[in-house]
T-cell receptor
Framework: EDQVTQSPEALRLQEGESSSLNCSYT??????LFWYRQDPGKGPEFLFT???AGEEKEKERLKATLTKKESFLHITAPKPEDSATYLC????????????FGKGTRLSVIA | DGGITQSPKYLFRKEGQNVTLSCEQN?????MYWYRQDPGQGLRLIYY???????QKGDIAEGYSVSREKKESFPLTVTSAQKNPTAFYLC?????????????FGPGTRLTVL
């Protein structure tokens, strides 16, 4: 069974304190790995898609990277507005199967 | 504006009643999905549909039903058989072409059973 594990479950950072969130997966033949941001009471907002090991994508203070077994979401000099839950999902080799989601990392950035 | 709409935003139901949650998209996406989100449990797939008039059960389909009569609409009915329906429900959609894997979400409906 395909599995996606995110760590840590929760992370508390001071404003400006850079860190990384981890997403490890066991699906073989990954077709895509996706990062989302979810604010409380709202639907997840799409951030990045990564397709192959070594690929990197950036958006403002966020940078996503991918290896053969895991992905990292690096947050550089975070601000309080970066506080949210970050979800990771993977796409199995068959493009018609639904995404498999991790349980998310709840990030709090304190001013 | 293109996007996914869900209504209502908040819904209250008495025990024993069926209730239908609406999901509409104008993105011309082929596939649509329903998820349930509970604190600490992440997103759990209820049902999904990749083509009109066809749908498949997800991981927690018991107590729910869906229909897909139009490409842009995928309503979810929470029946009285669902033992613990209080949750945040999310609808999502995506194109099925190989180059378009991204899945987009609606704003969600919070259902509370009184």
């Amino acid at each position: 069974e395909d599995q996606v594990t995110q760590s840590p479950e929760a992370l508390r950072l001071q404003e400006g304190e850079s860190s990384s969130l981890n997403c490890s997966y066991t699906v073989s033949g990954l077709r895509g790995l996706f990062w989302y941001r979810q604010d409380p009471g709202k639907g997840p907002e799409f951030l990045f898609t990564l397709y192959s090991a070594g690929e990197e994508k950036e958006k403002e203070r966020l940078k996503a990277t991918l290896t053969k077994k895991e992905s990292f979401l690096h947050i550089t000099a975070p601000k309080p507005e970066d506080s949210a839950t970050y979800l990771c999902a993977v796409q199995a080799p068959s493009g018609n199967t639904p995404l498999v989601f991790g349980k998310g990392t709840r990030l709090s950035v304190i001013a | 504006d293109g996007g996914i709409t869900q209504s209502p935003k908040y819904l209250f139901r008495k025990e024993g009643q069926n209730v239908t949650l609406s999901c509409e998209q104008n993105l011309n996406h082929d596939a649509m999905y329903w998820y349930r989100q509970d604190p600490g449990q992440g997103l759990r797939l209820i049902y999904y549909s990749q083509i009109v008039n066809d749908f498949q059960k997800g991981d927690i389909a018991e107590g729910y039903s869906v229909s897909r009569e139009k490409k842009e609409s995928f309503p979810l009915t929470v029946t009285s058989a669902q033992k613990n329906p209080t949750a945040f429900y999310l609808c999502a959609s995506r194109r099925m072409a190989a180059a378009y894997n991204e899945q987009f979400f609606g704003p969600g409906t919070r259902l509370t059973v009184l």
